[in-house]
């Protein structure tokens, strides 16, 4: 069993269009289909943590609209302790579209998220950058461990015990005392101080949604490391769970318990 871990981070509504390709910059495309799914970077990583068997803390905003009630649904199924305000802002959005081939746009307007701080987060703390540089800071200043998801990419305002970012994130990150390094079907290498420290493949599937497939990656690389697995062993697991991810439709909807990483890795 895995120590408490605490997320900070963004809690989304996510509006996800699946249409037969992306459009092109200016065309308009038509025959596409709407889901209105829990999402957002946060959220998403807290409930994989979750069905992982970690028992998680989500902090977070939410406004006082209709849309928050179905961005904290996930949350509340998966059984994640809720510290989430609720502010003026409306929650915030996430407009994706998602082609038959797996690959996806993503516009977020963070609404809400714009306000996380004030909150309480000893302990082993798990962040991502849909948050106020703020936020982050004060997640350091609390954290005995503390994890940042390089997502969106920008300059890091802390120094994490552990980075997770992919090959754009990480040139602007820079270099990491712990950098876990993302390659998509390539899988992902665990990188000390630039030196290369563990490596790992994904199990083979068909694409079907890569939206959080990353957050996926993420949760279950954090929960495996506090679990006292060794790395390659934890960077081995991620990648299942990103994979498992990637296979199914929708953000939080996609995301594996630990008994399906489990399977596919002995297959």
């Not at 990419?153 to 980075?163: G, H, I, K, M, T």
């Amino acid at each position: 069993m895995a120590p408490p871990l605490t997320v900070v981070g963004s809690i989304n509504l996510d509006l996800v269009a699946k249409v037969e390709r992306l459009p092109r910059a200016g065309e308009t495309l038509t025959g596409a289909t709407l889901d209105r799914i829990p999402g957002g970077k946060g959220a998403n990583q807290a409930v994989a943590a979750a069905r992982l068997d970690a028992a998680v803390r989500m902090v977070g905003c939410v406004g006082r609209d209709p849309n928050a009630a179905e961005a904290l649904r996930g949350l509340h199924s998966s059984g994640v302790d809720l510290a989430v305000r609720e502010v003026d802002d409306a929650t915030g959005i996430a407009i994706i579209l998602v082609a038959a081939d797996g690959e996806n746009q993503i516009v977020v307007v963070p609404g809400a998220n714009a306000h996380v701080g004030g909150f309480s987060a000893p302990g082993h703390v798990l962040c991502q950058l849909e948050i106020p540089d703020a936020a982050v800071q004060q997640a350091r200043e609390q954290a005995d461990w503390l994890c940042v998801n390089a997502a969106p990419a920008r300059r890091l305002p802390v120094e994490a015990d552990l980075v997770v970012a992919n090959r754009y994130e990480a040139e602007v990150v820079g270099d990491q005392p712990l950098l876990a390094l993302t390659l998509g079907e390539e899988g992902a290498v665990l990188l000390e101080h630039g030196r290369e420290v563990a490596r790992a493949t994904p199990p083979g599937i068909e694409a079907v949604d890569g939206t959080a497939a990353g957050d996926a990656f993420t949760a279950c690389l954090v929960v495996a490391l506090l679990e006292g697995r060794n790395r390659e062993e934890a960077l081995t697991r991620a990648c299942a769970a990103g994979a498992i991810a990637a296979s199914r439709f929708g953000a939080q909807p996609s995301l594996p318990t630990a008994d399906e990483v489990d399977a596919i890795l002995r297959a």
